[in-house]
């Protein structure tokens, strides 16, 4: 076990061997590399993804698949191999979220850029999918859940 200070939840003990590395970071956060997911709380579908060294970098996630029953996409497999993915069985996928002015109804998904895990070796990466529909602003909580297309 290992602690680790966050600005969210205090310090926090940590199974080392459950921090997700990110071999070339995040984009906009390379530097980060060593993280972990700390669930928002034990009744809702809502994730976070830690940083270990830097306590006031925490992303909202969410499984996607959870709200965007029809999402898709394929991973290449230099992604597959750089991962070390034997099978998809070993896949994790979430989706970073963005809360807009303060207001949860206004919450958004970035689909065009999931978070993959190996959750057998703890390797992440942020994979940036090209050629897709998906964007960065799907709304989440909407009857209506747009694809983008009009924002």
């Not at 680790?4 to 995040?26: A, C, P, S, V």
């Not at 497999?77 to 963005?98: A, C």
């Not at 002015?101 to 850029?113: E, F, H, Q, R, S």
Request: net charge negative; charged share 25%.
């Amino acid at each position: 076990m290992k602690n680790i200070n966050t600005t969210r939840f205090g310090t926090i003990d940590i199974d080392e061997n459950k921090i997700i590395n990110f071999l070339e970071g995040i984009p906009a956060f390379e530097t980060e590399h060593e993280f972990v997911i700390v669930p928002y709380s034990n009744d809702t579908p809502f994730l976070f993804l830690q940083s270990v060294k830097t306590p006031s970098l925490a992303f909202l996630m969410v499984d996607p698949f959870s709200f965007f029953g029809d999402y898709e996409f394929t991973i290449d497999d230099d992604v597959l191999d750089k991962l070390k993915i034997e099978k998809q069985e070993d896949i994790l996928t979430f989706s970073f979220l963005t809360v807009h002015d303060g207001d949860v109804k206004k919450t958004t998904a970035n689909l065009l850029a999931p978070i993959i895990i190996n959750q057998n070796n703890c390797q992440g990466i942020q994979l940036i999918l090209e050629n897709t529909g998906y964007t960065t602003r799907h709304k989440l909580a909407d009857d209506e859940k747009k694809t983008g297309d009009d924002e």
